[in-house]
């Protein structure tokens, strides 16, 4: 009798197996599942939300100064007659921007800072570790509103400014995590292959810690959106006539006593949405790239 032979099937590759269980989560947990969601809407909306706006978010006609929400108008229009919703859709990407550049230049500034002290230690852990405790000394938007009133008020030092007060949270969960991880066996095991210490901190450590990175990451983004929106409204951030959140809900605060509630109400809605939706998106990612949490 011919014996039947069973190919081996092929190990899946890790980023395939993370692909299966990302869909796994997003499929069971229907939070998870609508934060994605949510994500992808503001992705939408920063992109290609510019160009598909009713009405130009800079134009301003008096005549229909201050109407409330229409089908011509869905979100009102403020005291210049400009559209709300077209302000608010346009004001996504700038927001989207201010968050991504900030959180990215963060991470290059404390991520990898606490990543080279956590593992070499000695002098380079003291020098961040001081820089961390003199930049947590301050309250963080008050030293935010001070480097921006010193830089002057733009988006460049707005992101700047926020990379800033950001920088003592991810050094110190990055040295937190390098300094476990250093004396690992696959830390020992390039270094008996030859490796030098700055390869090994590059290629082996901090591809481990990037997972717990990438959750930072996700969860800084909406401190960064509150905290740009926050300059905006006492006038230390992006400067009027520029369709941002902050601007949009402090130029209507001073309407709500009289009752044109849109103009402020909707700005806040969609700052209120998005931080919710990162809150949202942490959680997700912490369960998609844990290994613990994988079956």
């Given at each position: 009798?011919?014996?039947?032979?069973?190919?081996?099937?092929?190990?899946?590759?890790?980023?395939?197996?993370?692909?299966?269980?990302?869909?796994?989560?997003?499929?069971?947990?229907?939070?998870?599942?609508?934060?994605?969601?949510?994500?992808?809407?503001?992705?939408?909306?920063?992109?290609?939300?510019?160009?598909?706006?009713?009405?130009?978010?800079?134009?301003?006609?008096?005549?229909?100064?201050?109407?409330?929400?229409?089908?011509?108008?869905?979100?009102?229009?403020?005291?210049?007659?400009?559209?709300?919703?077209?302000?608010?859709?346009?004001?996504?990407?700038?927001?989207?921007?201010?968050?991504?550049?900030?959180?990215?230049?963060?991470?290059?500034?404390?991520?990898?800072?606490?990543?080279?002290?956590?593992?070499?230690?000695?002098?380079?852990?003291?020098?961040?570790?001081?820089?961390?405790?003199?930049?947590?000394?301050?309250?963080?938007?008050?030293?935010?509103?001070?480097?921006?009133?010193?830089?002057?008020?733009?988006?460049?030092?707005?992101?700047?400014?926020?990379?800033?007060?950001?920088?003592?949270?991810?050094?110190?969960?990055?040295?937190?995590?390098?300094?476990?991880?250093?004396?690992?066996?696959?830390?020992?095991?390039?270094r008996l292959s030859g490796?030098?210490?700055?390869?090994?901190?590059?290629?082996?450590?901090?591809?481990?810690?990037?997972?717990?990175?990438?959750?930072?990451?996700?969860?800084?983004?909406?401190?960064?959106?509150l905290n740009a929106a926050?300059?905006?409204?006492?006038?230390?951030?992006?400067?009027?006539?520029?369709?941002?959140?902050?601007?949009?809900?402090?130029?209507?605060?001073?309407?709500?006593?009289?009752?044109?509630?849109?103009?402020?109400?909707?700005?806040?809605?969609?700052?209120?949405?998005?931080?919710?939706?990162?809150?949202?998106?942490?959680?997700?990612?912490?369960?998609?790239?844990?290994?613990?949490?994988?079956?």
């Amino acid at each position: 009798m011919t014996d039947i032979v069973v190919a081996p099937r092929p190990s899946s590759s890790g980023i395939g197996a993370l692909i299966r269980h990302g869909r796994y989560v997003i499929g069971e947990n229907r939070v998870t599942g609508f934060a994605f969601g949510l994500f992808a809407v503001i992705v939408v909306a920063a992109v290609i939300g510019p160009y598909i706006v009713p009405y130009d978010p800079l134009a301003s006609n008096t005549v229909s100064a201050l109407k409330p929400p229409s089908w011509s108008h869905w979100f009102g229009t403020d005291q210049l007659g400009r559209d709300v919703f077209s302000r608010v859709i346009v004001a996504t990407r700038l927001d989207f921007f201010i968050a991504i550049a900030s959180v990215a230049l963060v991470f290059l500034m404390g991520g990898l800072a606490g990543v080279a002290a956590g593992f070499f230690g000695g002098w380079t852990d003291r020098i961040v570790g001081r820089i961390a405790d003199t930049i947590m000394a301050f309250p963080l938007f008050v030293l935010a509103m001070g480097i921006v009133a010193a830089l002057a008020n733009t988006v460049e030092n707005i992101i700047l400014a926020t990379a800033i007060v950001n920088f003592p949270l991810y050094a110190r969960v990055a040295r937190a995590e390098a300094n476990v991880r250093r004396e690992a066996g696959f830390v020992q095991a390039a270094r008996l292959s030859g490796n030098g210490e700055f390869r090994i901190v590059l290629g082996q450590v901090l591809p481990n810690i990037m997972p717990i990175m990438i959750v930072q990451m996700s969860l800084t983004m909406g401190y960064a959106i509150l905290n740009a929106a926050g300059l905006s409204f006492i006038g230390l951030g992006v400067r009027p006539p520029t369709a941002e959140w902050g601007i949009m809900v402090a130029e209507g605060a001073a309407f709500m006593v009289s009752g044109e509630w849109w103009i402020a109400f909707f700005p806040g809605l969609a700052l209120m949405v998005a931080v919710f939706c990162f809150n949202l998106l942490g959680d997700g990612l912490r369960d998609i790239v844990d290994p613990q949490r994988r079956t």
